[in-house]
């Protein structure tokens, strides 16, 4: 069964401070890992989406990275803001199950003025 | 548009009752699952439907129903409540189901007593 872990659970680090966020997968037979943002009382927001082939994704101040053999993804975030405080959770999708996800239990961020 | 929405927002309920969860999208997504998230956990699939009058079941099934009579509606249903089913749960939708980015409601947040 695959499992997924995210380390820390939670984070505090003072602004502009670049930081990464690690997310690690059991079965590396995975089709795709995305990140999602997830803001207090709110749903989820997709960040990146990385295919199982590519090695990472950028969008802005966020860098994706996937190491398939390995089992691990970091979500880099440059020059953090306080806007940056939330939840971040990685889910991976395995191969032949679709959109079935299986998620980490997300590490909290804040970020301090 | 909308997006995916959800209602009620906040549901308490005592052990026993029954209630339904609605949840509806205006994208015309073929896909919509339902997942519930408990404190420290990640999201875990409850059911899921890749189109109108096709439903599946997910990791986390017992205790919940689901139909999918249209292409916009994805009710989960609770039919006696157990204080175990106390959670957020979140409903999703995308396109097709093949591997891609899903969009999230908002959660509705259950409180069995």
């Known amino acids: 069964k695959q499992e997924v872990t995210q380390i820390p659970a939670a984070l505090s680090v003072p602004e502009g401070e670049n930081l990464v966020l690690n997310c690690s997968f059991t079965?590396?037979?995975?089709?795709?890992l995305q990140w999602f943002r997830q803001d207090p009382g709110k749903g989820l927001t997709s960040l990146l989406l990385?295919?199982?082939?590519?090695r990472e994704q950028t969008s802005g101040r966020l860098n994706a990275s996937l190491d398939k053999s390995s089992g691990r993804s970091t979500l880099y975030i440059a020059a953090s803001q306080p806007g940056d405080s939330a939840t971040y959770l990685c889910?991976?999708?395995?191969f032949g199950a679709g959109n079935m996800l299986t998620f980490g239990g997300g590490t909290r961020l804040m970020v301090k003025p | 548009n909308a997006g995916v929405t959800q209602t009620p927002k906040f549901q308490v309920l005592k052990t026993g009752q029954s209630m339904t969860l609605q949840c509806a999208q205006d994208?015309?997504?073929?896909?919509m699952s339902w997942y519930r998230q408990d404190p420290g956990m990640g999201l875990r699939l409850i059911h899921y439907?890749?189109?109108?009058?096709?439903?599946d079941q997910g990791e986390v099934p017992n205790g919940y129903n689901v139909s999918r009579s249209t292409t916009e509606d994805f009710p989960l249903r609770l039919l006696s409540a157990a204080p175990s089913q106390t959670s957020v749960y979140f409903c999703?939708?995308?396109?097709?189901?093949?591997?891609?980015?899903?969009?999230f409601g908002p959660g509705t947040r259950l409180l069995v007593l």
């Open positions: 999703a939708s995308s396109p097709s189901g093949n591997y891609e980015t899903q969009y």
């Open positions: 079965d590396s037979a995975i089709y795709n």
């Open positions: 990385i295919q199982s082939s590519q």
């Open positions: 889910a991976v999708s395995p």
């Open positions: 994208m015309n997504h073929e896909y």
């Open positions: 439907s890749v189109g109108a009058g096709i439903t």
